[in-house]
């Protein structure tokens, strides 16, 4: 058993050494990728922010400006959140090694999937609420607003629709953040001491 034990040793500290050096080849153009998405969303998420922010109507009919709406309010927050860990994350991942431990994997992976449904629901919500703007509801005698504040109407579509655009690019941050966390860590392994086998171990 000790002559298997040594016999398998050299094998497999070489194709380990082999798998990583596959991904270190790889690891450079995956990093401009990523870096270069992060940073897109930072002008994006102001953009958004700063016309919702100035988006406000007085007409005869009265006033109504996007702090009357929850829904717009969370939009701004969610968008001012989004913009600054977008720039935070982009610094970091452009440093050399920014995947090389776990732990900061990990925290990427975990952030970009909160980030990814906080800015969704952001918009979804949005949405809902412009739809009433445009069609109203009937069943409630609720009619709608934009044929009266029209202005209003076209500036809160247009940050909703930047806001979606911003989801897309973390969706695909979130799948490339996966890609680097379960291609480059293994699960933990225990050996099987009568057989000597490594079994994955999951949950453990």
Request: proline content about 3%; some cysteine.
């Amino acid at each position: 058993m000790e002559k298997i034990d040594d016999h398998l040793k050299p094998s497999h500290s070489v194709s380990a050494g082999a798998a990583t050096e596959k991904w270190e080849e790889a690891s450079t153009g995956i990093r401009t990728v990523e870096t270069m998405l992060r940073l897109a969303p930072v002008g994006l998420c102001v953009a958004a922010l700063v016309i919702m922010l100035k988006d406000s109507q007085t007409n005869e009919y009265g006033e109504v400006s996007y702090s009357s709406l929850s829904a717009f309010r969370y939009l701004v927050h969610a968008n001012g959140i989004c913009a600054g860990y977008s720039l935070l994350s982009a610094a970091i991942a452009a440093m050399p090694g920014s995947s090389s431990t776990m732990p900061r994997v990990w925290t990427f992976f975990c952030l970009d999937q909160i980030l990814t449904y906080v800015v969704l629901a952001a918009g979804a919500v949005s949405t809902e609420v412009l739809y009433l703007a445009y069609k109203g509801d009937d069943a409630i005698t609720w009619s709608d607003a934009c044929s009266s504040f029209g202005s209003f109407c076209h500036k809160a579509t247009a940050s909703v629709i930047i806001t979606f655009v911003v989801v897309c690019f973390y969706v695909a941050l979130s799948l490339i953040s996966s890609y680097k966390l379960f291609t480059r860590f293994d699960p933990p392994t225990v050996v099987d001491s009568d057989k000597n086998v490594e079994v994955a171990v999951f949950g453990s």
